[in-house]
């Protein structure tokens, strides 16, 4: 509170919203089996990734102003709706060339990535992730049938995540893979690429022929400092073979309106992908959810955007400092974006005998509910969501050093 008071914050990520009861999975729902928080410690929401914060005050007023018309009947994407966010692009990530042709709505990225993975690949065919990968990826290529190939993300001498490039190629080579998913910046390591390191991941995807879906649905959410380079801007071939996929409801909380879109500059990717997604005839955009990513999109959806950064940066510093300090034989990256932390506990359950389950059960028993990080692809894991009133992120820490790491 006094940090956010010294900054002269304008807008609230301080009050603590009871969430109970009013549509949300976080609040009303506990992932781990058998978890039975103690009666007098109320439950801290830190898994499924939607922040604790009400949503910028340009989203509402924008979403307000048009339910002051009474009428929502059929309606086209408007205009002001691809200058959004084509000028959010231009602003946010030096975008140049995006026009509205190349931009096509999606009802979530996991849909794209549907409709990608039917249009370009078969039953059976393998394709490329990275692990930890993001949970829905390996949902949906489990559903549709397809091989998913894991190549390792590799924590350097500084604990740096990384991509291991040799291996990739080496996988590629191997099971004659022609996909990939790549998650920039990453969910759930929280690692923000630099260019050079997307140069080569793009190389090795074109020296093996390989389309590419882009899940850049944080890239709003770089840490201060961090900058996100946008995958389709590192090179011509880049640009031509990458299916890039974005949203605004990672950065302004607003996943239960619905509404993503894709950015495909090659016109026979984006032909292929709008066929498969018009397939089902329930692809299409919600009245309120377009007028919600104007808001966002604005000068004022902006400003509440760089104050959150600001917040999200204090919680992860003090997140990774406190567990450091605290929580004996727990490994973590410290996180440039995303507003996740990504948990290697194999030391202290080595250590000290205890089972994931054991782990888990621990933490949601005093109130933190936090998740099961074997579910993206790596043994030993725990995923913690840090999107919330910095009271409540201590408050998590606290309970957990004091109950659990003790």
Avoid at 72 to 79: D, E, K, L, T, V
Avoid at 334 to 363: I, W
Wanted: hydrophobic letters at 40%; aromatic letters at 12%.
């Amino acid at each position: 509170m006094a940090f956010l008071e010294v900054l002269g914050m304008k807008y609230d990520f301080t009050t603590v919203l009871d969430r109970r009861g009013k549509d949300s999975i976080a609040a009303d729902v506990i992932p781990i089996k058998g978890a039975k928080v103690k009666e007098d410690l109320a439950p801290i929401p830190m898994w499924i990734a939607d922040m604790g914060f009400a949503t910028a005050p340009a989203v509402q007023e924008a979403v307000a102003k048009r339910l002051e018309h009474p009428v929502f009947g059929y309606f086209p994407a408007s205009g002001e709706y691809y200058d959004s966010i084509i000028s959010w692009h231009e602003r946010r990530n030096g975008v140049k060339g995006l026009a509205q042709e190349h931009i096509g709505y999606e009802n979530g990225v996991l849909g794209c990535v549907t409709s990608a993975l039917n249009a370009f690949t078969s039953p059976g065919e393998a394709v490329l992730v990275h692990a930890p990968c993001y949970v829905g990826f390996l949902h949906v290529l489990e559903d549709l049938g397809r091989k998913i190939i894991f190549s390792n993300l590799k924590r350097d001498h500084e604990g740096i995540w990384r991509m291991d490039y040799e291996d990739m190629d080496r996988k590629m080579k191997e099971y004659n893979i022609h996909f990939a998913i790549f998650c920039s910046p990453h969910n759930p390591s929280g690692r923000v690429w630099e260019k050079e390191e997307i140069e080569k991941a793009m190389e090795v995807y074109r020296t093996n022929d390989a389309i590419v879906v882009s899940d850049e649905i944080w890239s709003d959410l770089v840490l201060p400092g961090q900058k996100h380079i946008p995958t389709q801007s590192i090179s011509e071939d880049a640009c031509k073979r990458t299916i890039a996929v974005y949203a605004p409801s990672k950065t302004f909380n607003l996943a239960g309106l619905v509404g993503s879109y894709h950015i495909i500059y090659e016109k026979y990717l984006r032909d292929k992908v709008n066929r498969q997604g018009a397939i089902s005839h329930y692809n299409s955009m919600n009245v309120l959810s377009m007028h919600a990513l104007i808001g966002a999109y604005s000068a004022g959806g902006e400003e509440w955007l760089e104050e959150l950064r600001i917040v999200l940066q204090e919680n992860a510093d003090f997140a990774y400092n406190y567990i450091n300090k605290n929580f004996d034989g727990i490994s973590l990256a410290k996180p440039q974006g995303t507003y996740m932390l990504y948990l290697d506990c194999s030391e202290y359950l080595k250590r000290y005998g205890f089972s994931m389950e054991d782990l888990l059960l621990a933490g949601a028993s005093v109130g933190v509910i936090w998740q099961d990080g074997r579910d993206f692809g790596m043994d030993n894991t725990i995923r913690m969501n840090l999107a919330a009133p910095h009271s409540q992120i201590v408050e998590a820490l606290e309970r957990l050093k004091k109950y659990v790491f003790n």
